[in-house]
């Protein structure tokens, strides 16, 4: 039977599994709204395009799955190019569908044409442009096989009007076929042994772990891993929720994780920074030496050896050179290394590490993550510490960008993977809220946390009515401090106070923005309100949007001021 | 790591599926990285479906690696070649439209007859020259004709090939 290029469309996302797309119609793309109904996918109608994407992503980090948008031609496309970029960035496997004006109109200016694959080349792993309908089923195949394979990324379809309107024979490719694209998963073996060989002889390693680590399920094995040549770990950003911050004993009662260094980089712990400047070995796993983490590249883990294991042969030795490359998925390399490190154990090995924990145990008592929470004025940090202590862990937690982003970073603890949702490559302020409606969507019944700034909270604050609508119960904290909190603290610190266009004083209501959302809105000024206001939300079946009057102008520590080594912290 | 490091100029051949836009990400990738590219070629092959290109780039070692690796990370690439690795010959063409009169056309003839170039075009007060060759070649040409006087010059750019194995 013949099918219409809109029917395909949906016979084909069928195939792929998927279950829900995040969308926004106009011309374009009416005649695949128009199939909608008939089949059975969830639609979720977004309030911007951009929500759309971030939804889309949202999804797809918290499950693993490729999350999928659909929007317009034009404006609609465009609007979803933060998304795409921030899910580039991240490496989040997400395929995006745009509507296109019709081909024989192409080139021409066309009401609501813009050349979206060429806007988006940049910033997506591929895209493509469908110029007949006998092609669709192939690119759309192909669109998903490169989201979620390799090292995972946005895919960008472009659907011209009239090839949703033809008419084919339906067909589903079995398999795709992409001569140029042969992603390397399986770890070099000579390479495992000559890293086996380097941990051998170390006194002082490391484990910097990544998103890579996440995105493979490597989980578990990186506990082992770092179990067997008794390693400790710091992660980046991207990382959080790889390796368990807090050990829970048989009582139930939570302490630190000794192996855990906490976060290294430009706003990490002053143990993790030190540990990495000191290390003798530094072995990188899913992770890619961003600027934000390494500091002045030259003085970064100046004493080590390095091992790098990533999918991405691009991201090995861009930044750093690397002594010992090895590429291939995460999971796989780090099970293989398990298994070298099994057949033949380090000896003494309690006793080789005994001075480097030592070491480490000492950097972190002197200089732990540290605020003071006294008298009235709510200090953000204590507001992140209290949502992790009532929830006892148990969210998915996504953040804006800025101060709110690294309190939650630092003071949130992450036990397990895929439950920190966070822009980090990009850093879009306005990521947290719809990603965290796209995670709510794949768990509906998981308490889902947006930990926000009062600037961010606003660009993309129009989603509040898709989560109340959709009875996604989201919960978004907004730590209210009256200002662009990490502009600001930059200006404090290098700017000589100059406070040019960060005040936010001028705000609206939370309260009663939530309200007239038709969500519940909830404020604490003052300390001893921070308990009861985040009590009640988390009881509520709704969207609520706390707001936090917190201090004004606490700042981030530790800080790596840019461009100094990571070792070189401001300190509170 | 300094893209805009001026190291050693190298050839890469890239082998790509012969697609539309194929070629944008290809100039999109160097523009966007900051990479440099001094000149590129681009032609079908035998096989219909792939078109292979030339280019030739500049940078260290390290800034080269990061540009084949980028290169292979495309999708519509199908085989990036280091010429850095290997023996290759490389040929370039030119078309050079030179000023010719009473006094320089024997001169320009000769130098014609040493280069094993082609004059292709004649008029009244111009010799249009063909002439193939790798890079010294040209430059040598160019600046014997350049002294008699050239008014154009077009280059194809160059294109490369490694050399056959011995056994
Ligand atoms: C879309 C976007 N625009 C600008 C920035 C630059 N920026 C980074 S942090 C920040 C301040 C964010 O303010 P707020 O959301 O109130 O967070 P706070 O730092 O106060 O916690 C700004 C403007 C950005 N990251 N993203
Ligand atoms: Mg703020």
Redesign the pocket.
């Known amino acids: 039977m013949k099918l219409k290029g809109a029917q395909i469309f949906f016979e084909c996302l069928q195939k792929e599994g998927v279950e829900v797309i995040f969308g926004f119609p106009g011309g374009a793309v009416i005649d695949i709204y128009h199939e909608l109904p008939k089949y059975d996918i969830r639609h979720i109608l977004v309030r911007h395009e951009q929500g759309a994407a971030h939804m889309a992503d949202g999804y797809a980090r918290a499950t693993g799955k490729v999350g999928v948008c659909l929007v317009t031609s034009g404006p609609g496309a465009t609007n979803t190019v933060t998304g795409i970029a921030t899910a580039y960035m991240d490496s989040v496997p997400m395929v995006i569908f745009t509507g296109q004006v019709p081909t024989a109109l192409i080139g021409n200016d066309a009401f609501q044409e813009v050349d979206i694959v060429g806007i988006s080349r940049p910033c997506t792993k591929h895209n493509y442009l469908v110029k007949h309908v006998d092609d669709l089923a192939t690119v759309i195949k192909e669109a998903f096989f490169l989201a979620r394979t390799g090292r995972p990324g946005p895919v960008l379809v472009d659907l011209p009007k009239d090839v949703l309107g033809a008419q084919i024979e339906f067909r589903y490719p079995k398999k795709v076929e992409l001569k140029g694209y042969r992603p390397t998963l399986d770890a070099h073996l000579g390479q495992i042994k000559r890293a086996h060989q380097a941990i051998k002889k170390s006194k002082r390693p490391v484990i910097y772990a990544g998103g890579g680590v996440i995105i493979a399920e490597a989980g578990e094995e990186l506990a082992r891993f770092a179990e067997l040549i008794q390693a400790p770990v710091t992660t980046t950003l991207m990382g959080l929720g790889s390796f368990p911050a807090m050990l829970e004993d048989p009582t139930g009662r939570k302490e630190l994780n000794p192996w855990w260094l906490g976060m290294l980089g430009m706003h990490g712990t002053f143990r993790a920074n030190m540990a990495v400047s000191n290390a003798d070995l530094l072995i990188a796993v899913g992770a890619r030496f961003d600027d934000r983490v390494t500091g002045k590249v030259s003085g970064f883990a100046p004493k080590a050896k390095i091992i790098h294991v990533d999918v991405d042969p691009t991201s090995i030795s861009k930044n750093v050179v690397v002594d010992i490359p090895i590429v291939g998925d995460c999971k796989n390399a780090l099970q293989k290394l398990i298994q070298v490190c099994e057949k033949e154990p380090l000896e003494d090995i309690e006793q080789a590490r005994s001075a480097w924990m030592e070491q480490i145990r000492q950097w972190r008592e002197t200089y732990p993550l540290a605020y003071k929470q006294e008298g009235d004025i709510i200090k953000p940090q204590y507001v992140v510490e209290k949502l992790y202590e009532l929830c006892n862990g148990n969210a998915i937690v996504t953040t804006?960008?800025?101060?709110?982003q690294m309190w939650a970073a630092q003071y949130f603890h992450f036990n397990k993977p895929r439950t920190l949702l966070t822009s980090g490559g990009l850093?879009?302020?306005?990521y947290g809220l719809p990603a965290a409606i796209g995670a709510q969507v794949a768990f509906p019944d998981r308490l889902v946390i947006d930990i926000a700034?009062?600037?961010?909270i606003q660009?993309n604050i129009q989603e509040l009515i898709t989560a109340v609508c959709n009875c996604l119960p989201v919960k978004v904290a907004i730590?209210n401090?009256r200002?662009?909190?990490?502009?600001r603290q930059w200006q404090e610190l290098f700017y000589d106070k100059n406070y040019c266009a960060t005040c936010?004083d001028a705000a609206p209501d939370f309260v009663k923005l939530a309200d007239a959302y038709g969500a519940v809105g909830l404020r604490a000024t003052r300390a001893e309100e921070v308990e009861p206001v985040i009590r009640e939300a988390f009881s509520i079946k709704k969207p609520v949007l706390m707001e936090f009057v917190v201090a004004q102008e606490e700042g981030v520590y530790p800080m790596v001021p840019a461009g100094k080594n990571i070792s070189e912290m401001l300190l509170v | 790591m300094n893209m805009h490091s001026n190291g050693q100029k190298h050839t890469i051949g890239v082998v790509v599926e012969n697609r539309p836009g194929v070629l944008s990400r290809v100039a999109g990738l160097f523009s966007g990285r900051g990479f440099n590219i001094e000149c590129l070629t681009v032609a079908e092959t035998i096989d219909p479906g792939q078109s292979r290109i030339t280019l030739v780039t500049s940078g260290d070692q390290q800034v080269l690696e990061q540009i084949v690796k980028q290169l292979n990370k495309l999708i519509n690439v199908i085989k990036v070649i280091d010429f850095r690795e290997m023996e290759f010959v490389n040929r370039e063409m030119a078309l050079i439209k030179v000023r010719a009169d009473q006094q320089t056309r024997a001169e320009i003839l000769r130098i014609v007859d040493i280069f094993r170039a082609k004059v292709v075009d004649v008029s009244p007060h111009f010799y249009t020259i063909e002439v193939t060759g790798d890079d010294g070649k040209i430059a040598a040409i160019l600046e014997l004709l350049g002294q008699l006087g050239i008014t154009e010059v077009a280059r194809t750019g160059k294109v490369a090939m490694a050399r056959a194995k011995k056994h």
């Open positions: 804006e960008v800025g101060q709110n850093g879009t302020m306005g700034g009062d600037g961010s660009m730590l401090n200002y662009l909190g990490m502009v936010l």
